[in-house]
């Protein structure tokens, strides 16, 4: 961890925790004032059993379909026990199978999300719910709901480990986790951190894989 402060948030599930690092850190979009750790959640099988189970939950008495997951920042894990989940607990589903497709998008240099031709029918005509590692300034996820509708699926919802906000893209988002188990949790733009404007330097560049100190 990249300070000296760390806290693991527990849940109702005793093999689920989220461990954070408070300091001041910098993504490719915003400044936080914490660094949430997911690695373990999105190796290790236990940790990725517990997500999906709590994220399920959310979904397993409703009305929603979920034909494929498309998984963010290295989600496939989580993606495949959410799926395993969904179709265990006799999930809503249109497809005859009760099958649901894990999916990884590609990006392209410009950060641009791609579905290659073989990819394509597993999104188009599908019912498509995006698996993220948090949503805080949503960038990430509002390309993936782009892209899920220009190739023509429909999408199903935004689900993540962490979330700040409760809708994304006009869809909304499910989390386990939100700043109400952070105190005094911020992401912001670097112009508008408070951290920087109290001229305290940056501990480390955090992103979905992990965190470089500088």
């Not at 849940?11 to 660094?35: C, D």
């Not at 517990?50 to 994220?55: M, T």
């Amino acid at each position: 961890m990249p300070t000296q402060t760390i806290y693991k948030i527990k849940t109702k599930q005793n093999n689920l925790h989220l461990r954070v690092a408070k300091g001041h850190f910098a993504t490719n979009h915003s400044h936080s004032n914490y660094y949430i750790d997911v690695v373990a959640q999105k190796s290790r099988l236990s940790e990725a059993k517990a997500v999906a189970k709590e994220l399920c939950s959310s979904y397993s008495y409703t009305s929603t379909i979920i034909d494929t997951i498309l998984c963010l920042d290295g989600m496939e894990v989580i993606g495949a026990c959410l799926a395993n989940e969904l179709t265990k607990n006799s999930f809503m589903n249109i497809n005859a199978h009760q099958s649901i497709y894990v999916v990884t998008p590609e990006m392209t240099s410009s950060s641009q999300i791609l579905f290659r031709d073989n990819i394509v029918p597993m999104i188009q005509g599908k019912h498509v719910l995006v698996l993220a590692v948090s949503v805080a300034t949503g960038y990430t996820a509002n390309a993936a709901v782009e892209a899920i509708q220009y190739y023509g699926g429909e999408v199903s919802g935004v689900a993540s480990i962490f979330s700040t906000v409760e809708e994304c893209a006009g869809y909304s988002v499910n989390s386990v986790f939100n700043p109400n188990d952070l105190p005094e949790y911020f992401t912001l733009p670097s112009h508008e951190c408070p951290l920087c404007k109290q001229g305290k330097k940056l501990d480390a560049l955090i992103n979905s894989y992990g965190f470089s100190k500088l």
